[in-house]
């Protein structure tokens, strides 16, 4: 692939947002490598301590990263009569999670991301009727 730098012409760009390790990037570029990781905790009850979570404890975050069996062999040839690449006008939600959003030439880009759920729900019972199991006392 040829991977010489070239001008990029943009006509409009529009992202609302750029998060967990998203990447813009308006031009050419090398490697991409993004990462990120998450603890994502929901409760029925927020009852939060400092210091309570830990990537640590969970071995997703620090088992390797899995690596494909076998590469599938592609051949790719590309060929533009314009010196500049034109792009005209993009419009994006979002860009999260270790993804990358790119005009222009690119070399090869690597994203992982990994994210442990936890649901801490109580086991709520029947409410009699007129309650809401919302102002019911759980802290017993």
């Given at each position: 692939m040829n991977r010489d730098p070239r001008?990029?012409?943009l006509l409009s760009l529009f992202v609302n947002t750029v998060s967990s390790?998203?990447?813009v990037h308006?031009?050419?570029?090398q490697d991409t490598n993004m990462a990120s990781r998450a603890l994502a905790v929901q409760r029925a009850?927020?009852?939060f301590q400092d210091d309570e979570f830990f990537f640590e404890s969970y071995p997703i975050f620090y088992l390797p990263q899995?690596?494909?069996?076998?590469?599938?062999?592609?051949?790719?040839?590309s060929e533009s009569p314009w010196?500049?690449?034109?792009?005209?006008?993009v419009y994006a939600l979002g860009v999260s999670s270790s993804s990358t959003f790119r005009v222009g030439c690119s070399g090869p880009v690597q994203g992982v991301t990994r994210i442990k759920h936890i649901r801490h729900f109580n086991n709520l019972v029947a409410s009699?009727?007129?309650?809401?199991?919302?102002n019911r006392d759980y802290s017993s």
């Open positions: 001008s990029t012409t390790s998203g990447v308006l031009g050419d570029g009850i927020a009852n899995p690596v494909p069996e076998a590469e599938v062999p592609v051949r790719f040839r010196p500049t690449l034109q792009v005209g006008c009699p009727a007129g309650t809401s199991a919302e």
